[in-house]
């Protein structure tokens, strides 16, 4: 498996509270994206980053907003929390534009 | 804007069958590629088809990239309990991320 970690693996949070997800890679990809699973949607795109301090917004984006500081670590932020985003969240890698993807292995938050 | 729809959503077959996923895309794909994912797990990356009319096999699943690329297929010969899964197919989005398709959960019974 690629060398990329999300931590924590389980979270469970109150609404209104700020949450910050964490995704860290040792592979020295460039790029690093945050994905969101929930029935029936599949994976949806939150935020991606294509170099350090440089993000774009994906189709999901409201609520949430990302920091990439350094090449390895890509921080997802809720703002403040609402139960609608109870959901898994993925973080994935890329060493270029479009090419296979590395997943880590999720996060499961619950927002009460 | 830009989608990737896959079909069916969920299949259940019996060990032995064979089991097929199509993806479609509203636009044309510079490549498509395929995950699986497993129940509790992270999706793991199978494949990527880049060229117009292009098969790949890897033992018993063949995938396909149609002619005009927008629309692939997986199909596995003879299941097995150890396919169950999720199956995604992913296209790249205008820009630079995967547009991921709802995926084909895939339930088999020995």
């Known amino acids: 498996d690629a060398g990329i970690t999300q931590s924590p693996r389980h979270k469970v949070t109150e609404t209104g509270t700020p949450v910050t997800l964490r995704c860290h890679q040792t592979?020295?990809?460039?790029?690093m994206y945050w994905y969101r699973q929930d029935p029936g949607h599949g994976l949806r795109l939150i935020h991606y980053?294509?170099?350090?301090?440089?993000?774009d917004k994906g189709e999901v984006s409201d609520g949430y907003s990302v920091s990439r500081s350094k090449t390895e670590d890509f921080l997802l932020t809720l703002e403040s929390a609402t139960s609608s985003q109870t959901s898994v969240y993925f973080c994935?890698?890329?060493?270029?534009?479009?090419?296979?993807?590395?997943f880590g292995q999720g996060t499961r938050l619950t927002v009460v | 804007g830009q989608q990737v729809m896959q079909i069916p959503q969920y299949q259940h077959v019996q060990e032995g069958e064979d089991f097929t996923t199509y993806c479609n895309s509203s636009?044309?794909?510079?490549?498509i590629q395929w995950y699986k994912q497993r129940p509790g797990g992270h999706p793991v990356f199978l494949i990527q088809?880049?060229?117009?009319?292009e098969v790949k096999k890897q033992k018993r699943l063949t995938f396909q990239f149609g002619e005009a690329k927008k629309n692939s297929s997986l199909h596995i010969t003879a299941t097995q309990t150890t396919d169950v899964g999720t199956y995604f197919c992913?296209?790249?989005?205008?820009?630079?991320?995967?547009?991921f398709g709802k995926g084909t959960t895939l339930s088999v019974s020995s």
């Open positions: 636009t044309t794909l510079s490549n």
């Open positions: 592979e020295n990809h460039r790029y």
């Open positions: 992913a296209g790249p989005r205008a820009g630079t991320a995967l547009i």
């Open positions: 994935a890698i890329t060493a270029l534009e479009n090419t296979e993807a590395f």
């Open positions: 088809l880049v060229k117009s009319g």
């Open positions: 980053s294509y170099g350090v301090k440089d993000t």
